[in-house]
């Protein structure tokens, strides 16, 4: 409700390339669009949509209201043990299920309200275990909802996804991960764009990034290290990979995140 005055209820369709978003829709009704398919709904609702993931809706402003979790990626990968919700294909849950699961989930939203705004003391910690029962409530809610039918195209993409999350490490060709997939180089990259908007090897790339970024602020591992934990065996082509896609050195960049959370 907060903007309404910016989108009147209408967001058109458009994707996150390196964040997932939750969307609990507490009052009013509208139209839900993922991909292709378009999705009738009443509050309360929830779901999930993945990064790369088409969406957008139409919603009457003055009635609807609804609170937004976006979360980057690298957080994503910390909390994926953690929760039963698949976090690699969209979800969409409404009109189901008992109202103390419905409970439950706005109180969790509403504790990750309070403590996104409070941002205490191991606020990350605590955001990440919130998002994660949040997720996990997601998957309980939508149990007893039959699986729409997803477009092929979605569902090769996705499995790609899974594969590189796997194997990004070993170096592995995109001849690799389409033999594997049991599919065609045509099908392969057509998905690939369609879901992600990139060729495979640049996902691949984009994958070996976000680990890389992960690794750098989360961990004091020299870089060499991190480069390796990668599929890097050459330090300075780590480098030069890492500078081409960023615009800074790895050791800068790292430095640089450093100072401004210290800020």
Known sequence: MARKNLHQGQVSAHKHDL?????Y??????????EDKRLDFSAPAVGFVPSGIVHGFSVEPTESDAVVISIADGALLSVREQTILPLDVPV????IG?????????????IAAEEYVGAGAGSQTVMASLTSA???QIARLAADQPSAAHPPHLLLATQLRRRIDAHFRENWSVERY?????????LLAKACK???????????????????????????RPLEDIGYEIGFRDPAYFSRFFRLRT?????????????SSAG
């Open 247 to 259: 615009g800074m050195a790895p050791s800068d960049w790292r430095r640089s995140k450093l100072s």
């Open 194 to 220: 369609a879901a992600f908007g990139m060729q495979v090897k640049e996902l691949v790339n984009e994958r070996r990034l976000l680990e890389a970024k992960r690794l750098l602020l989360f961990t004091v």
């Open 19 to 23: 964040m997932g978003q939750i969307t």
């Open 98 to 110: 008992e109202d103390r699961l419905w409970d439950r989930l706005a109180r969790l939203i509403d």
């Open 178 to 186: 389409t033999a594997a997939l049991a599919t065609t180089p045509h």
């Open 25 to 34: 829709w507490m009052r009013g009704s509208g139209s839900y669009f993922i």
């Open 134 to 136: 949040i997720l996990t």
């Open 92 to 95: 969409m849950v409404w009109g």
